[in-house]
């Protein structure tokens, strides 16, 4: 049972909630701008927190601990495999978005196609996303929250559910971006806090005693399980069910073929609201950092100390996610039971928050001011944004009702649009790609997987990752053929498009009628920095983890690698991406 100290934890941190809800309701009111890009005057610290504190969820944890109790560290490559496309986003496509000055990802896509099949994409993409995409996103989050109700509380499914829409519902329609970033910062620092308080104190316990106990006791689980990396076995007889084919996908195709591979809805939104480009650069490579070297380490010491203290999933009815809620009411005290609990709250908030506002920000800007209402007043436009709002929430919560594991679901959506991230990544490098391209991208991702999931439930088969992979090669034959066989984009409508934004790559028919180029750098410079920016993020990660459990050599060889390749790409950006200022 939670104290009276609890209580007043959590009551408080509802209280300031909603007062920033109302608080900057009026800032927000001002137009859709404001709504929804805070005017684009973010500062990078600001933009760069709001981003990974979207991507601290509730769920996160959750299925973090579920992936490493069942399958390893190593799982978790599902997610660090964007490193790759992350670095690419902080040298090369922060800086495009911001020059595109767009509302919403969707609203480039009249800027770089034209006609019927680019107005057809960005209606179509605005309600695939803002609706069936986001309810499974905004569902998997607000099934996190069930859990931790029902661990803690034994409320049920329909009042947790209730609890977490209403509170979602107030103070995002209120407060727009501006309210949404500014108490982001707020719910990440109280979130990394407390999870770090939980690692400390779990890794202090009787039950595991002090840290040289935990790297010793360690080594008693199955190797596998607190592997970050993964080696074929000899034992495994069915290559394609494995976990080590798992990981080969996880880290060579998942981060290209990605609907996010050139940066993805709400981190567009972000990148959009920065004062310039510099800020919109720092912004994301300050979000990198934290979210792959400084946030994950605690949940990873936390789940894996769970199977020491846990061996099976019993007291969770067989819920290995829920067990890092129980390691939470099994080993804190409490005061800092209830600052767990409000890290919990503050997590749902800064996701949830972000897609109710991302989500409206496609179905205003891209559906109902494009195709319906197009001449009417901003504050007209901020009042449908609300209501549109609120039903996408209680939308929502009845998705979340069919979400068993999050885990599973983070997978599936990303297999839903595979076959899309390399046509986004082209799109910006490459003249002949055209609308006719990304319809046929989406579209075949689409109809791949309904025809998988059709022929796996027919056959009594369980969906895998070897069956959600074929959507891959599948889309990119499909969107190859017709982008040969339709006509690319008038050369008016390219050259519009490559005078504001001044891409990089392969544009010869464009700059041949150019008088004059802006000087950029090459791509093979652009690669070295990449190259650089990867060598310096993974080496930083791994040797964090690495010491953590206990392998200080290794662990300080590989953050030094990272200091010397860090600070070299410190050097190049700072004299060849700011010179001014």
């Known amino acids: 049972m939670l104290s009276l100290i609890d209580w007043v934890l959590i009551v408080s941190y509802f209280v300031f909630t909603l007062a920033a809800g109302f608080y900057f309701s009026k800032k927000a009111s001002k137009n859709l701008s404001s709504y929804f890009v805070s005017g684009r005057n973010l500062p990078w610290w600001l933009l760069g927190t709001s981003m990974v504190a979207t991507t601290f969820a509730a769920d996160t944890p959750l299925a973090v601990t579920g992936w490493i109790r069942t399958e390893g560290i190593w799982k978790n490559w599902f997610w660090w495999n964007y490193i790759f496309s992350h670095v690419f986003i902080i040298l090369v496509f922060s800086r495009l978005w911001r020059r595109a000055e767009v509302l919403t990802d969707n609203e480039f896509i009249e800027l770089r196609y034209s006609g019927k099949p680019a107005a057809f994409l960005r209606g179509f993409k605005a309600f695939y996303f803002s609706t069936i995409f986001n309810f499974i ?77 935990f790297t010793q006791k360690i080594t008693e689980l199955d190797s596998e399980k607190i592997s970050m990396f993964l080696l074929p076995s000899s034992v495994e007889d069915d290559f394609l069910s494995s976990g080590f084919f798992k990981f080969l996908i996880f880290t060579t195709v998942v981060w290209w073929s990605s609907h996010n591979a050139d940066g993805g809805g709400y981190f567009i939104q972000r990148i959009s609201s920065a004062k310039n480009e510099r800020h919109a650069i720092l ?158 991208a989406l579209g075949s991702s689409l109809i791949a997987i309904v025809i998988i999931m059709v022929y796996t439930n027919l056959n009594g088969i369980t969906l895998q990752l070897k069956h959600q992979i074929l959507v891959v090669p599948f889309s990119i034959i499909c969107w190859i053929t017709v982008t040969f066989l339709t006509k690319p984009e008038p050369l008016t409508k390219l050259n519009e498009f490559y005078k504001k934004v001044n891409p990089w790559g392969f544009w010869k028919p464009v700059t041949n009628n150019l008088d004059s180029i802006k000087e950029k750098e090459s791509l093979k ?53 700011f010179k001014k200022g």
């Not at 205003?364 to 007209?380: A, C, G, P, Q, T």
């Not at 046509?423 to 490098?429: A, G």
């Open 283 to 440: 912004g994301t490579a300050w979000f990198a950092l934290n979210h792959y070297v400084l946030r994950f380490w605690p949940w990873v010491l936390i789940a894996v100390a769970s199977m020491l203290v846990f061996p099976d999933s019993q007291i969770t009815n067989g819920d290995d996610e829920a067990i890092y809620v129980a390691m939470i009411k099994k080993f804190l005290s409490p005061g800092l039971t209830g600052l767990l609990l409000v890290s919990f709250f503050a997590a749902f908030m800064s996701t949830i928050s972000t897609h109710l506002n991302w989500g409206a920000s496609y179905l205003l800007n891209d559906i109902y001011k494009r195709f319906m209402k197009n001449n009417e007043s901003e504050k007209h436009y901020v009042k449908v944004s609300r209501i549109i709002t609120i039903i996408l929430a209680i939308v929502a919560g009845v998705v979340a009702f069919q979400i068993k594991n999050i885990g599973d679901a983070w997978i599936f959506l990303w297999a839903m649009s595979s076959g899309i991230g390399l046509v986004l990544i082209l799109r910006w490098f490459w003249w002949r790609i055209n609308a006719w391209t990304e319809i046929t």
């Open 525 to 577: 410079f652009l690669f070295v920095n990449w190259l650089l920016g990867v060598i310096t993020l993974i080496c930083l990660m791994m040797g964090v983890g690495k010491i953590l459990f206990g392998f200080f050599q290794i662990g300080i060889t590989l953050i030094s690698v990272s200091i010397v390749s860090g600070s070299i790409l410190y050097v190049i950006i700072k004299k060849n991406y």
């Open 137 to 213: 996103v905004m569902g998997w989050v607000i099934s996190a929250m069930i859990k931790v109700f029902k661990v803690f509380f034994g409320v049920d499914q329909a009042y947790a559910v209730i609890f977490c829409i209403s509170i979602a519902i107030i103070y995002t329609t209120f407060s727009g971006l501006w309210g949404v970033v500014i108490t982001d910062l707020i719910q990440y620092f109280l979130a990394l806090t407390a999870t770090i308080i939980l690692a400390i104190v779990v890794i202090n316990s009787e039950q595991i005693g002090g840290f040289s106990q």
